[in-house]
């Protein structure tokens, strides 16, 4: 179905003055909690191709409000929800569920799940990253970079959040992220902030233009609340050679020997 004039109007001469093309192109957004059911929100309002989700959790009394859902949704799968509402009140943005846990250390993935996981970031120009599990992120960039895909890593703090690329000379799965712990709770308003950028990011790199490494929100510091650093550092074992080289069966060992 076509959005009817006026629909996108406005967001698409935005990105005609940028020169910036979406409208064939496909995001799959990996966590859909206080972050990234924001990020999914944000992406609607672009005139995307398709939007694909991929959680495993429900919606639960305490994500109302605090995240993008209503109570009615309570009892759902997030995934559902998100999709579902998307059909009702904006037809012309194609949401994809997927309800599919993402492979960590501690996990019963199977090699099926591992695989279509796999197919769909095949099928997508840009993954974003927002899980709290540090395994399900390493997943998600050993995925997407031997696809060659866009990669945004995002996550947050109580007061201080991040968003960093994958890049030519800098891996977001590398040293520094490891000290980045994600938090159960945190600000709201610093999910808002953090979402946008995220979006921007996408925008930017899938059109070719620079972005930089990594950008750091923290709201206790008013004065100067983004930090931007464009960086360089060792590749991790995630975005090197070698990890092009491993068949998806043996990925599971490779995460285990490499990175846990």
């Known amino acids: 179905m076509d959005a009817p004039?006026?629909?996108?109007?406005?967001?698409?001469?935005?990105?005609?003055?940028?020169?910036?093309?979406?409208?064939?192109?496909?995001?799959?957004?990996?966590?859909?909690?206080?972050?990234g059911s924001r990020i999914v929100r944000n992406l609607a309002r672009f005139n995307f191709k398709k939007i694909i989700v991929v959680d495993i959790d429900f919606v639960g009394p305490e994500n109302v409000g605090y995240q993008c859902y209503h109570s009615e949704e309570i009892g759902k799968k997030k995934v559902e929800a998100i999709a579902e509402r998307f059909s009702k009140y904006h037809p012309w943005t194609k949401i994809e569920p997927y309800f599919l846990e993402v492979y960590t250390l501690s996990s019963l993935v199977t090699i099926r799940e591992l695989e279509k996981y796999d197919r769909l970031i095949a099928s997508s120009d840009a993954?974003?990253?927002?899980?709290?599990?540090?395994?399900?992120?390493?997943?998600?960039?050993?995925?997407?970079?031997?696809?060659?895909?866009?990669?945004?890593d995002a996550g947050l703090g109580v007061t201080r959040g991040y968003v960093k690329i994958l890049k030519e000379g800098y891996c977001p799965i590398c040293e520094k992220v490891w000290e980045d712990?994600?938090?159960?709770?945190?600000?709201?308003?610093?999910?808002?902030?953090?979402?946008a950028f995220v979006v921007q990011a996408v925008l930017y790199t899938l059109s070719g233009r620079a972005w930089p490494s990594e950008i750091t929100i923290n709201l206790d510091a008013p004065f100067s609340p983004v930090s931007v650093s464009e960086i360089r550092n060792e590749r991790c074992p995630l975005c090197s050679e070698e990890a092009k080289k491993v068949s998806l069966e043996d990925i599971p060992n490779f995460l285990m020997e490499k990175i846990y």
């Not at 712990?181 to 979402?195: C, G, I, K, S």
């Open 5 to 35: 004039k006026g629909f996108y109007e406005r967001t698409s001469k935005y990105l005609r003055d940028l020169g910036i093309g979406v409208s064939d192109k496909v995001v799959l957004v990996g966590g859909i909690g206080t972050l």
């Open 181 to 195: 712990q994600v938090r159960y709770y945190t600000n709201p308003n610093l999910a808002e902030v953090v979402a």
């Open 127 to 152: 993954v974003i990253s927002t899980f709290d599990s540090a395994g399900a992120r390493a997943t998600s960039l050993l995925l997407a970079f031997r696809r060659d895909k866009v990669f945004v």
